[in-house]
């Protein structure tokens, strides 16, 4: 916007590429029927069961788009500023109120407090809520530190993928190749999984032809129409003692700090 850019990076977790506390968890895309999935494009109504089966809501918000009993643990910010309150209350009275964006119902407008992914006030992620507890698995392992290049496929099926290690000088490729039946699942996120399925040969073809990759399948709707969703974190002092400047929590002061969501 009038020529100013945010950066943004990866993070280099158990998590995908985009991990954030106030996103919810991507349905799970099983390359072996990539192509075919890709193609029939699926709508809200196809995916929103798994949005819900692996969501423990503790709002209380709408069933209909909302789950309990899940892995994945969505709550509310357990704090907000008083100054928080009262900015909601002001600006829903042009905007109106919006108390959940993923209430696909109702007109996305409207200013609100976004939910988290939190567990008992700790962040929740694919690796706390269904990683952690299948590590003692005997069929099992993680491997950290490594860069996926691509998914390796033979004709239009995924057989094994190939990545380097972070920080090898060498930059030596390891491919290691699926057993009989396995799969590939590829949950790198909204910008690290088409950049992975396009290095891999699936995308636009003029695209891949002119970086010269081999093309498995012409989809061009690979890293194309991405829908962000910005937020700004918006900080303020105030020179008045009192609730949000000197409140104390455990002993420490807080600062004065608020989040708004507008979509």
Known sequence: MAGREVRRGNEE?????????????????????????LRSSPNTDDVLPYFRNVQDDTTGRD?????????????????????????LEVAGEDLGINDDFNNWDRPQSGAGRFQVSERNGCRESGA??????????????????????????????????????????????????????????LTAGAIASPQILMASGVGPRDHLEDLSIPVISDLPGVGSNLQDHPAAVVSFE????????????????RRPNSAYQFD
Do not use: C
């Open 13 to 37: 977790r158990l998590e995908r590429s985009d991990s954030k506390s106030n996103i919810p968890p991507s349905p799970i895309t099983n390359t072996r029927l990539l192509i075919a999935s």
């Open 63 to 87: 069933s209909k788009f909302h789950g309990q009993g899940g892995e994945w643990t969505m709550s509310e910010v357990r704090y907000q500023n008083p100054l928080s309150k009262k900015f």
């Open 128 to 185: 706390t809520a269904f990683l952690e507890k299948a590590l003692k698995r005997k069929n099992l392992t993680v491997r950290t530190g490594a860069m996926i290049r691509q998914i390796d496929f033979a004709s239009t099926s995924a057989v094994g993928v190939t990545y380097n290690i972070v920080n090898d000088d060498t930059l030596a490729p390891f491919s290691p190749s699926l057993a009989a039946n396995g799969e590939v699942i």
């Open 238 to 253: 105030t020179p008045k003692k009192g609730g949000e400047v000197e409140q104390r929590t455990g002993g420490a002061k």
